[in-house]
């Protein structure tokens, strides 16, 4: 396998509220229709508590999720309206589960744009080679979140 070819194994979104306590987990699956990713429901909510403990194996086990063959089937869990509230009270960050030279995550901070939009700075990507312990995990998001903030 070229080295240079990046395969993505899934996507989700991360958001720390403004509190700084809560976060919020938006899933995503691979429509095999069109290739892309489509945001799915519910919106996973958790405590502080639930991050600090199981963070990281919430995130990669929200994006070892199957890809669909039309996610124009999939039911409109998660509203328009409930995306932008959730962007207005969360700083958001974006992550790829993806095998370059091996599997590793791409966290992306993102700034606001216009509705569901976001500019992204490629100063600011961060990528893990896994494995990486929970904590380390932690670390390299809170500081993707100071970028997004």
């Given at each position: 396998?070229?080295?240079?070819?990046?395969?993505?194994?899934?996507?989700?979104?991360?958001?720390?509220?403004?509190?700084?306590?809560?976060?919020?987990?938006?899933?995503?699956?691979?429509?095999?229709?069109?290739?892309?990713?489509?945001?799915?429901?519910?919106?996973v909510?958790?405590?502080?508590?639930?991050?600090?403990?199981?963070?990281?194996?919430?995130?990669?086990?929200?994006?070892?999720?199957?890809?669909?063959?039309?996610?124009?089937?999939?039911?409109?869990?998660?509203?328009?309206?409930?995306?932008l509230?959730?962007?207005?009270?969360?700083?958001?960050?974006?992550?790829?589960?993806?095998?370059?030279?091996?599997?590793?995550?791409?966290?992306?901070?993102?700034?606001?744009?216009?509705?569901?939009?976001?500019?992204?700075?490629?100063?600011?990507?961060?990528?893990?080679?896994?494995?990486?312990?929970?904590?380390?995990?932690l670390?390299?998001?809170?500081?993707?979140?100071?970028?997004?903030?």
């Open positions: 396998m070229n080295k240079s070819v990046t395969k993505v194994l899934g996507v989700c979104c991360v958001g720390r509220h403004v509190n700084g306590r809560d976060y919020v987990l938006l899933k995503f699956v691979r429509d095999l229709w069109s290739g892309a990713h489509v945001g799915i429901g519910p919106i909510n958790l405590t502080n508590d639930e991050w600090e403990k199981k963070g990281f194996s919430l995130v990669v086990r929200s994006m070892k999720v199957k890809p669909i063959a039309d996610a124009r089937t999939l039911p409109k869990d998660v509203t328009l309206k409930e995306l509230k959730i962007k207005r009270k969360h700083t958001l960050v974006r992550i790829y589960y993806q095998k370059k030279a091996g599997l590793e995550l791409e966290i992306i901070p993102l700034h606001s744009g216009h509705g569901w939009r976001f500019d992204i700075f490629t100063e600011e990507v961060r990528t893990v080679a896994l494995p990486v312990k929970n904590k380390q995990f670390k390299i998001l809170s500081d993707a979140f100071e970028d997004a903030s």
